[in-house]
């Protein structure tokens, strides 16, 4: 149980300290049609095929776990990880204006996900505003609400998160 946050730990080792679903800042990573997904580590986050392009035709939903190599061996099955837990937010929005996501316009974009979120395109493009990768859960909420946007997320999800 983690003692902060009155909340169950999904992995019964983590501490609050290292709890997923601490008060952590979560950025946005990913997005497909009107879904977003956001980390609470968007520095090691990553997903299935984020350096291929298209990402549209390539990339998977992101990884809930990252992996660090503590110690090496040629031996592949001989190395050791440390597998460390991720947060996720899954949202789903809806804005009144026509709105582009970076594979729009081409048969096959140029873009991979870590292209997107290295910041060469933004996520989500208007006429009357752009998100980029690293918008904070916050800010996209704002964002969407500003321009008359929707944002829906599992109730569970959101007594634990806000």
């Known amino acids: ?14 501490t609050c300290e290292g709890c997923a679903y ?22 090691h986050q990553w997903g299935d095929d ?3 392009a298209p990402y549209e ?14 110690e090496d061996n040629e031996n592949i099955w001989k190395r050791k990880w440390k597998h460390h837990q991720i947060g ?7 804005i009144p204006y026509i709105n582009y996501l970076p594979f729009e316009g081409h048969e096959n ?8 979120n290295k910041k060469k395109v933004p996520w989500l493009h208007t006429k009357k505003f752009d ?3 690293g918008t904070s859960f916050e800010e996209f909420l704002k964002t969407i609400k500003e321009h008359n946007g929707e944002v829906w997320i599992e109730m569970e999800d959101y007594q634990r998160w806000v």
């Open 1 to 14: 149980m983690c003692k902060n946050y009155s909340l169950d730990c999904k992995q019964e080792e983590m």
């Open 22 to 43: 601490n008060k952590k800042e979560y950025k946005l990573c990913y997005m497909d049609c009107e879904k977003a997904w956001f980390t609470s580590d968007f520095e």
């Open 50 to 52: 984020w350096d291929d």
């Open 57 to 70: 035709h390539n990339a998977g939903e992101p990884y809930d776990t990252w992996s660090e190599l503590i």
């Open 88 to 94: 996720l937010k899954e949202v789903y929005y809806r």
């Open 109 to 116: 974009s140029p873009y991979s996900v870590e292209d997107i």
């Open 131 to 133: 998100i980029y990768a």
